[in-house]
């Protein structure tokens, strides 16, 4: 059951900047439409789960949540792995991110009451500076622009609610609006169409 990962997170969702969830403290967390979609982008550095190498797989999280706040939960969501994976990399990737395996993952899985099957997917990443866009076998597209301020300082959180639980490094994301992310899904109640946005690193393990 030993598993460790470490790379990047990338996270988009349907609120304004900043989503409120991030304070992870319930009076502040109603959702700016009353529900919320998003996305999870893992990029996986380093890695190894039950003797399988992970480093170097992407995976995809695309989650709604009725609300009004994430810990209404009741979610609905669906991981994919980027296609070049092999069967046993999808097995133990599909049980980390859906929380099976423990970690930071157990908590939003927590909250999710359907998984929809967990597909296989081309995923193509591109950067400019400080633009990121992942494409999604055509299904979706999310974007994410980090945040500078007016002398070119990259905005950051830290010591957030979820910034501790996500275990992120120093406590601390990086603000990157996700304006142009737009997912498809027909599992899911809405169409995901984002705004928010954060990146950090993290390092997790079980």
Not at 15 to 40: H, I, Q
Not at 135 to 158: H, N, P, Y
Not at 175 to 187: F, H, I, N
Not at 188 to 195: D, G, Q, T
């Amino acid at each position: 059951m030993a598993w460790k990962l470490s790379g990047q997170l990338i996270e988009t969702c349907s609120c304004n900047m900043l989503c409120p969830c991030w304070f992870a403290v319930p009076e502040l967390m109603t959702m700016d439409r009353g529900w919320c979609a998003g996305t999870l982008l893992f990029r996986i550095q380093a890695g190894q789960s039950d003797g399988v190498d992970l480093r170097g797989r992407t995976v995809v999280i695309v989650n709604y949540f009725p609300g009004p706040t994430l810990f209404d939960g009741n979610g609905t969501a669906r991981v994919h792995v980027d296609d070049r994976a092999g069967a046993d990399h999808k097995r133990e990737l599909e049980a980390i991110f859906q929380g099976k395996k423990g970690g930071p993952m157990a908590i939003l899985g927590g909250l999710v009451s359907k998984w929809l099957p967990t597909e296989s997917s081309r995923i193509d990443i591109s950067e400019d500076g400080d633009s990121l866009v992942a494409k999604v076998d055509g299904t979706g597209e999310i974007r994410s622009k980090l945040l500078r301020d007016e002398a070119g300082r990259i905005m950051s959180l830290q010591n957030s609610g979820f910034a501790a639980a996500l275990q992120f490094d120093n406590l601390t994301f990086h603000l990157a609006p996700s304006s142009g992310t737009r997912w498809s899904d027909g599992g899911l109640p809405h169409m995901l169409e984002a705004k928010s946005g954060a990146r950090a690193t993290c390092t997790w393990s079980a």
